[in-house]
């Protein structure tokens, strides 16, 4: 009895499965109520008393382990087949969900893309200015309403009065991109300064201390007014579609004179007049004018010699109007679902 306990044993250990059909032939030939093992357990009582638990101990052992093969390989090939027939593995991949790029940053790369066609380089500056470049260069009085604190985010003023050239602030506009460009380099100068800017302002919807701006800047020998106009209306078209008329309205700023404001016509409307123009047929894009002579010269540029324009928009109030949004703190507060929509655009 022991000797074929071992040899069953043995023959057992010995054996490899593969299928699942030589795993049930396996249990029918070992394990089954008909099997060599139950066979055994009926000869068992026929064993002498005094053999009885060693011989038992044996048969244990051997219906554990032969059990215990069954088990393992019923397991193995349970995940195996969940692999080779479950799943399909011609199934394309769960699609990996891909970002969009930002309203303001497709808005911004459009400007850029149609002045760096008409032979605009870009320009960057530092975000922390000082007073210099950001007013001084620029022609704005000492008493300038802009210096104040109510405007300006100051880093570190020399006195708490009056401004000074050395204080240190957020930039307000990246015209002071324009007088890094204009210290460093020699005319002609065709520049845009695409970057964020700050002001001192309370949030709502139609205002924010943080926005983004492109400004640009054109110098060289017998630059004139039309110049400024017709690049102004290249723009507009190529932006808002060849339709887009422009109307340029007189305005001031320190830095050109003279200056304007220039509207496009309402893209909605077609200038009939809408809630989106205030039933004007006009919309509000940029400031705009001829380089102050002051400026030049601040710059150690020779303003009999050379003229310029220059011209500063807003990217958020473009895209306002591109996308029809009312509410600039929506570009801010990165919800998902709003940026979500924006998906198709480049
Ligand atoms: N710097 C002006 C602003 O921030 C815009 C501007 C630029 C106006 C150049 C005229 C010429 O509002």
């Known amino acids: 009895m022991i000797n074929k306990i071992t040899e069953l044993l043995k023959e057992i250990n010995s054996l490899t499965l593969q299928t699942a059909e030589e795993l049930e032939q396996y249990r029918l030939k070992y394990l089954s109520k008909k099997g060599l093992i139950s066979e055994l357990f009926e000869d068992f009582r026929n064993v002498a008393a005094a053999d009885k638990k060693d011989v038992g101990q044996k048969l244990n052992q051997l219906k554990a382990s032969s059990l215990e093969k069954f088990n393992l390989f019923k397991a193995h090939l349970e995940t195996t087949q969940d692999i080779s027939t479950g799943t399909d593995l011609t199934r ?168 304007a404001e220039m509207d496009v016509s309402c893209r909605i409307c077609g200038g009939k007049g809408c809630n989106v123009c205030k039933y004007t047929g006009w919309l509000e894009i940029l400031g705009c004018g001829m380089v102050h002579p002051n400026v030049l010269e601040s710059c150690n540029i020779d303003s009999q010699k050379y003229t310029g324009f220059a011209f500063g928009m807003g990217i958020e109030r473009l895209a306002m109007l591109k996308y029809q949004v009312n509410d600039l703190r929506l570009y801010f507060e990165n919800d998902i679902r709003f940026l979500d929509q924006f998906k198709t655009a480049f």
């Open 92 to 259: 394309p991949a769960f699609p990996h969900i891909i970002g969009s790029r930002h309203p303001i940053s497709i808005v911004r790369n459009e400007i850029i893309n149609i002045f760096t066609r008409i032979g605009f380089i870009v320009s960057e500056g530092p975000e922390i200015e000082d007073d210099d470049h950001v007013f001084t260069k620029l022609n704005f009085a000492p008493e300038h309403p802009a210096r104040d604190m109510q405007d300006t985010f100051y880093i570190s003023r020399i006195s708490a009065e009056d401004s000074n050239p050395g204080d240190i602030l957020l930039r307000t506009h990246t015209s002071s991109v324009q007088v890094r460009v204009m210290q460093g380099e020699k005319p002609p100068i065709r520049t845009i300064s695409p970057g964020r800017v700050f002001r001192n302002e309370a949030i709502s919807a139609r205002a924010h201390c943080i926005f983004h701006q492109v400004e640009g800047l054109y110098i060289d020998e017998n630059v004139s007014f039309a110049d400024l106009k017709q690049t102004l209306l290249f723009f507009a078209r190529e932006m808002f579609g060849k339709e887009t008329e422009i109307r340029l309205r007189p305005s001031y700023f320190p830095f050109t004179e003279p200056s």
